[in-house]
């Protein structure tokens, strides 16, 4: 936490429709400057803590303050943040230059003044030749600069973006996602972005909460997220990951050694969280953090058998065959599975050139894969 | 389906308009009938069109119920926008389940049950506190009001419930009181639904002949009261005429919003091709 008040503190909110608990007792601070990313699926309760935030929905208990005020009972219309919607929400029957101005003409703000700033911002987005049309005239990337200079221009404290990306093609989302970090950091004005979509959050956030079922699973950056996630829902949530369930057998130092019955294997692993022999635990390792070699059973002496005790060569590694390849260009997707017959799904990076498009590794080829105890993360749940 | 328009087709919609137009083409052809007979054809003549003109009676009745329904239009138009408006919008009320259920009821409603209830209504009112004195227009148009707005709400009610809550919501997101909003942002998007109502609620009020019949006074005869007293008496061909001028009227309007909604989906269409040029 850092040593100024959090511009945002929301204090056990929830929010119930019915019996439906939609968001259930969180508690937040946000800091003034932050990108901060609500991840989940459908239905976890992002959308409706934004709506909160905005004050479309009234919360069922608990507060929301943002610089020190309480915001409670305080009316969308008075609160010092702005939202861009999903749908955009442009008013289909103002020209774009009406819909970026309305906030200052709801502000008092003169003519003359209204139309520099409007012009000023359109500039921003590279939107003047385009200021006379109706929203329904522009493509989908120009309404969602319409919208987010709609929002801007009152120079809200927070801004609040629903999916910002979410009505865009994949081409342009990564684009845009560039521009919007860069308009942030420009402005310095705090974003609170919901998005479903977990590469959009990893690259934009600067903090993530990963939300299921109304709670926050995981708070932090995306960097802990990914590679420090504290349970199997947060390391399932974010890219993809090898699970593997099993017994602690041994422990020493940090170092623990797991027994998996499915595949009557052992795998060591790096941990420092408290754990006992004989713990039920997940070992969770990321595709790109194996490594693969191709295998040539003739200069292998001792090749099937895993290492299990050598705790200082500390390498897990595995004989298996190739079961599926999927070529994705820069790099290439491997299930690979072992002797024991547990499937991991390995990234490897093409660096290779191959003209004839034959590669290193193919279909069906034996090959040895392996990973370090300090890349693999130990779950308790 | 995409071959040649198959006979059978073309000879059902052929019958179809035929029976939708024969009639009315048919009535105004005999409007330039010289005969005073309705069914004897008497070779052409503008007779009835002079007639009509010369006819106080048939003009001060179209006159009313042109009046009325102008009147029972906008006003209905208005109420039911806000009837419409506090059904969808407006969070929970006390009785609101109610108002909803009432506010259809005259959908439902037999038009004589309505005429005679109205009518009960307005001698009670004129015994109590004297008002309305007389009946005639003014009641007619209260009573008109009454219907038609069940119609306006239910066509606002559709277009609300369809609509997209968000652009309300920008609108107050960005600094607009409720009242703002409503002014800004809802009528704007409900305009077009609110010309179809007055539309409606105009066809309603000039068609209507029962509930009018109910609670009209001596001296106030809307124009289907008059047709249908003079069918009684015996039609004479200037109704006729004036149900002529009264379509081809309605026909140039048509035309003419036909012709405006052309020229915009053009200019519009022009837009989007002027911005496929710029990118």
């Known amino acids: 936490m850092s040593e100024t008040s959090p511009l945002i503190s929301i204090r056990g909110i929830t929010k119930s429709f019915g019996n439906f608990i939609a968001v259930d007792n969180i508690d937040l601070d946000i800091n003034e400057g932050e990108l901060f990313v609500l991840l989940g699926g459908s239905g976890c309760g992002k959308t409706t803590l934004l709506r909160m935030l905005a004050g479309f929905e009234k919360p069922t208990s608990g507060t929301i303050s943002i610089e020190g005020s309480d915001m409670t009972g305080v009316e969308p219309y008075a609160r010092p943040v702005n939202m861009m919607f999903q749908s955009y929400a442009l008013f289909p029957h103002m020209s774009v230059e009406r819909n970026v101005g309305y906030g200052l003409k709801r502000e008092g703000v003169a003519r003359a003044e209204r139309k520099k700033r409007v012009d000023e911002m359109l500039e921003m987005v590279e939107l003047e030749q385009f200021s006379k049309r109706k929203p329904h005239q522009l493509s989908g990337g120009q309404r969602q600069r319409v919208a987010l200079a709609r929002c801007l221009i009152k120079r809200p404290k927070v801004l609040l973006l629903d999916e910002p990306l979410g009505a865009l093609d994949k081409r342009l989302r990564e684009q845009t996602q560039f521009e919007l970090m860069k308009l942030q950091d420009r402005l310095g004005t705090t974003f609170v972005v919901v998005t479903h979509d977990q590469e959009e959050a990893m690259t934009l956030a600067t903090r993530i909460a990963v939300m299921d079922q109304g709670k926050f699973v995981q708070v932090g950056t995306p960097a802990e997220i990914y590679e420090m996630p504290q349970s199997r829902f947060v390391a399932d949530f974010i890219g993809s990951i090898n699970m593997i369930d099993g017994v602690v057998k041994s422990i020493s130092g940090n170092t623990l050694t797991i027994h998996a019955e499915s595949d009557d294997a052992n795998y060591t692993v790096e941990s420092n969280d408290q754990i006992e022999i004989g713990d039920q635990v997940s070992l969770a390792i990321r595709p790109e953090k194996i490594h693969v070699d191709a295998y040539d059973a003739d200069n292998n002496s001792n090749p099937s058998e895993q290492k299990s005790d050598n705790t200082d060569k500390t390498d897990n590694r595995f004989i298996g065959t190739i079961s599926e390849m999927a070529y994705l260009g820069g790099t290439s997707t491997l299930r690979v599975t072992t002797r024991g017959g547990r499937v991991f799904q390995v990234t490897s990076t093409n660096r290779k050139r191959h003209l004839t498009g034959k590669h290193d590794l193919d279909w069906d080829d034996q090959v040895e894969i392996s990973f370090s105890p300090s890349n693999a993360i130990v779950l308790k749940s | ?279």
């Open chain 2, 1 to 279: 389906m995409y071959g040649k328009r198959s006979k059978f087709l073309t000879t059902c919609l052929l019958l179809g308009f035929t029976f939708l137009y024969l009639p009315i083409i048919l009535m105004a052809i005999y409007s330039f009938n010289y005969s005073r007979l309705l069914p004897v054809w008497g070779g052409w003549s503008t007779r009835w069109y002079k007639e009509l003109f010369n006819s106080p009676e048939v003009w001060q009745a179209t006159l009313l119920s042109l009046k009325i329904a102008c009147l029972t239009a906008t006003i209905a138009m208005i109420l039911g926008t806000m009837a419409g408006i506090a059904i969808v919008r407006v969070r929970k009320f006390r009785g609101r389940t109610l108002f909803t259920g009432m506010i259809s009821a005259p959908l439902v409603m037999p038009e004589v049950i309505t005429g005679l209830s109205l009518l009960l209504l307005f001698i009670t009112l004129q015994q109590t506190i004297g008002w309305p004195q007389r009946r005639g227009m003014t009641t007619i148009t209260i009573a008109h009001i009454t219907f038609a707005m069940a119609f306006v709400a239910i066509i606002i009610q559709s277009r609300l419930t369809s609509s997209d809550r968000s652009l309300e919501e920008a609108a107050s997101d960005l600094g607009a009181k409720p009242f703002r909003v409503l002014f800004d942002i809802t009528l704007p998007m409900l305009a077009p639904g609110m010309i179809a109502g007055w539309l409606l609620a105009f066809t309603l009020s000039l068609d209507d002949l029962i509930i009018a019949s109910f609670v009209t006074g001596p001296g106030s005869t809307t124009l289907p009261m008059l047709i249908y007293s003079r069918i009684r008496l015996g039609l004479k061909p200037d109704i006729n005429a004036l149900a002529t001028v009264m379509i081809g009227v309605v026909a140039i309007v048509v035309l003419i919003a036909g012709l405006l909604m052309y020229l915009q989906a053009r200019r519009s269409r022009a837009a989007a091709k002027a911005e496929a040029m710029d990118s």
